[in-house]
Every structure is written in C-alpha cells, then in structure tokens.
C-alpha cells in the first residue's frame, strides 16, 4: 500500500507540534513538522492562553505539510489539554480572552459550588473527580466576576473545537474533552442539564458533542490559499491529549482493567481503562475521576500534579541564571540520598507557586522533614512522591474496579525519565512498560486513519503502536525499602 499522510496538531501546556504520520498500512512514522513554545501569558493578573499565536504556528506547520506531503495528505485533527475553554458570540467573535486552568479565579469555586448543589450530586451527574481547574468551576468564576459576557455568549467550545472551528468552521464540542468539563453526565451522554441549571448556567450555549473519529468539515478555502493544503477533510480526534494517548497504549490486553496506564507529561494522568464509568459513594470518596474515551470506553484515572514539580523547580533555577537541562537535573537526583523528604505532590501549594522549590521545601518544613536544598535533592523528593503516589492512585483504583493491576504502561514525554520509570516499578511492585514518547500523536492520527476507513479497531490501533514504536521494561527492585517509605508517604498523606 502506498503511504497515505495524516496531519495532527499537538498542543501541550508547554509547546505545541505540528506533526505528520505516514502509515503504510502497517507502521505508523511520525515527522515532526514545526515545534513551538506554548504556555500561559500575564494579562492584568490573571493568566492566559495566546491562542491567535498558536493558530499563527499552526498555520506555518501547515504550510510546511503542504510543501512536503502535498496530494498524499488524508486529514487533519487537533489535540490539546482539557479543561479551558473559547466562548463565542452569535457572530463567532471570541468574547475575552480565554483564560489558563491556573489562574487563581478557581480558588475558593469548588465550595462556593458545593454550597448550591451538593459535592455528591455534582459526582454522580459528571462522574469527575474535584479540581478547581474543572470548566465548571471557571463558567461559576466566571458567572460572579463577568456575568455580563457570560450573557452574551453563543457557544462554548473546548480549546481543540476551537482550532477545528478555525480549520473548518465546525461548533460541535467532540466527547473526550466534554467529560474533562465537569459538565457532562457519564450516562446520559449528553451535558449534565439538570446540574447545569441548577447553577444557573446558560445551558443553550453547550454545543452538539461528537464522538472522536468524527468528520466535521473540510479545510476553509481562505486556509487552503494560505497553507497551500488541497480541500482536506477536518477529522476530530479524541481531542482530549490524554485520551489520546490512552488510545494509543500498546497493550495487548482487551475488555480488563489488569492493565494500567502513566500518560506523563507535566500532569500524570494515572488509571485504567473501564467499560462504564464507576459512579460509587467509593469513586466519590477517593476523588478518581471517569473522563471518557475512544469507542465509548471510560478513563478511570486521577490527575497526580506530574512533571510539574520538576519543570517547576527548574524554571525557578532559571530565573536565578542557574541552566540545568533535564538530563542533568535527573542525574543529580539519582546521586542525591533516596527517601530523604517526601510530599503530597497534589497538595494545592504546587498547583502555582510562585517558586517551586521554595513550595516543595516549605511543604517538607511544615511536615517536620528535613528541608530539601540541592537540585538533586529537590528533583528527588519530588519524584520519589510522584511514585508513591502512583502507588497510593493505583491501590484505590484497584479496590474500585476488584481487579489486580500486572502491569503498568507509562507512555509520553515523561516516559523518557528512567529514574522516574524505575522509582514506578518499585514503589507500584509491578513491571512498567514505558513508551510511546509520542502516544497522544499516534492516538490522534490513528483514529483519523480509522475514519479513513484503513484501520479497524481501538486493538487494531495499538497493534500498529506496538508494530511502529519500541518499548522498554523495568522490573521492581529494593522492594523492603519502598515498602517503609510508603508506609511513611501514607502518614503524610491529609
Ligand atoms: C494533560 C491534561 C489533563 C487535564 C489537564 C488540564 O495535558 O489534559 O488530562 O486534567 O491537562
């Protein structure tokens, strides 16, 4: 078979890609086209994403796709984070600029929400786990602090509809993204009216939602002129990064949660995959969250606060002019002494600090650790608690689902960090399987070749990631060790 080009537009919290997959029926090979920075912008105060930014980079890695790939491109489909949103007028106008999932209006939502319906009632219409980041929280900031935009909205996209509006002019929510929202029922597969009136919420402005693999339109022709790109089909894929990513995990294992994926980036995405989402006083109580995935599939999973902890710490070496590299920050973590300091990486003083190393160590002097102070030491403490509680997830997880988890498959960027993959094995007592590097990619294009008709199933899917990418194993070690500090992560733990 000749290779056919599928075009997908990555964006992460901290760059986003423009990348082509060339599959020959059997293999799937990326190219990355155009790479580039993302992250939040200091408006008055608040944080913002620079969107018209992003589309202008898109619009440079399209042109490039254009120029190398030319007639053999198939479509094209966006992937982002969850959560944040675009509002549009009735005339398609962005009305304000949309807001970052850290910005501090969060604070304080979720019981100001708990105080006008119920944290039960609001589980069991969304079946999401509570973080302030949660769009609901952000429309009730928003419904206080700017009710008179909230009032001339027209319809609410997610970041991905967005860029799928630009392409094609499509105002459809697709449904891996909606159940990041706090905002859809989990079994009434439609927005969760009821709970949305009772907020007294505009519920007109949530849009149709469409499963991923959905066509939504064909390439606008004033982008087709200025990308040079033929009349392609715009094809969503699950839009959700991490649903993605969960796609395009090369298990061979079908239908049973014995499996458990890592999808590690700057969160930690940790869970497994379930045929219905799991609505018990159980799930409510230890906060997992049921995000939904390809083929009506269910991610029972928890956010662990990631990756974050380290580029934290390593921006805020930055701004002292002190330039560690990934590499070398691991490396010094690896020599620093095991076990010395842990914390709760979700406890809310890491979701913004100001300085994360000023965040991780006073966290360890409020808990009467000794404070961490080298970079190997902090990169070690933070990463040593991200395995613990991936631990603690999983152990919840499983008396959720009454299956015994064999295995774990960390894929994404954060799979590159061996000390991290092998801190996982021992901590969990499981073997890890890590990559692909670039699964939210190969979930995003692999489902565009199944509308394509050229790819059957979602095990057809990981067969080609298994086929096209390599993985490694990391077996347990030095068990009694991580035993003992496991049991004292626990006793930290709120
Ligand atoms: C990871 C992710 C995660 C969400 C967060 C906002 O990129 O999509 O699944 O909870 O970003």
């Known amino acids: 078979m000749s290779e056919r080009v599928y075009l997908g537009i990555d964006l992460g919290a901290e760059s986003g890609r423009v990348m082509a997959g060339r599959f020959d029926g059997t293999r799937l090979q990326l190219d990355e086209l155009h790479r580039f920075a993302n992250g939040p912008t200091n408006i008055a105060g608040t944080l913002r994403w620079n969107l018209v930014g992003l589309w202008k980079e898109i619009l440079i890695g399209l042109t490039k796709a254009a120029e190398r790939y030319g007639d053999s491109i198939v479509s094209v489909g966006v992937d982002t984070w969850g959560v944040d949103y675009v509002l549009l007028s009735k005339t398609n106008e962005v009305l304000g600029i949309p807001y970052n999932y850290r ?12 105080s006008r319906v119920p944290k039960a009632e609001i589980f069991a219409q969304s079946g999401l786990q509570f973080m302030e980041i949660n769009s609901l929280y952000q429309l009730l900031a928003m419904q206080k602090e700017h009710p008179d935009v909230l009032a001339i909205v027209d319809k609410f996209l997610m970041i991905p509809d967005y860029f799928h509006w630009l392409l094609c002019g499509s105002r459809v929510v697709e449904f891996t993204n909606a159940t990041t929202s706090q905002c859809f029922h989990p079994t009434e597969n439609n927005w969760a009216y009821d709970m949305l009136n009772k907020f007294e919420l505009p519920t007109e402005i949530f849009p149709e939602v469409v499963t991923p693999g959905t066509q939504l339109g064909t390439l606008r022709d004033c982008i087709m002129k200025e990308t040079g790109l033929g009349k392609i089909p715009i094809v969503t894929p699950p839009t959700h990064d991490t649903a993605a990513a969960v796609a395009a995990v090369p298990t061979e294992h079908t239908g049973k949660a014995n499996w458990a994926y890592i999808s590690s980036g700057t969160w930690s995405l940790i869970g497994v995959e379930v045929q219905d989402a799991i609505l018990t006083d159980a799930a409510l109580k230890m906060n997992v969250t049921n995000e939904g995935g390809v083929d009506g599939t269910y991610r029972l999973l928890k956010n662990v606060m990631g990756l974050w902890l380290v580029q934290g710490c390593k921006r805020a070496y930055e701004k002292q002019g002190r330039v560690y590299d990934y590499a070398e920050l691991t490396m010094l973590a690896e020599e620093a002494e095991p076990f010395r300091s842990l914390v709760d990486p979700n406890d809310h003083p890491f979701l913004h600090p100001d300085d994360m190393t000023v965040a991780l160590q006073q966290w360890c002097k409020d808990h009467s650790q000794p404070v961490p102070e080298t970079p190997g030491q902090l990169v070690r403490c933070a990463l040593e608690s991200l395995a613990l509680k991936y631990r603690n997830v999983l152990e919840g ?39 692909p590097v670039e699964a939210t990619v190969m979930g995003n294009l692999l489902i565009q070749a199944r509308t394509a008709g050229e790819v059957e199933s979602l095990s057809e899917i990981r067969k080609i990631v298994r086929q096209s ?11 009694s060790e991580w035993q003992t500090a496991y049991e004292r992560f626990c006793q930290l733990l709120k």
Do not use: K, W, Y
């Open 103 to 114: 910005d501090t209006r969060n604070e304080g939502m979720m019981n100001v929400a708990f």
């Open 397 to 435: 997880i499983q008396e959720l689902t009454g299956e015994t988890v064999e295995v774990i498959h960390i894929v994404g960027g954060g799979s590159n960090s061996d000390l991290l993959n092998q801190f996982t094995a021992n901590a969990c007592g499981v073997p890890v399987i890590t990559g």
């Open 469 to 479: 990418t390599e993985s490694r194993r990391f077996e347990p070690q030095n068990s």
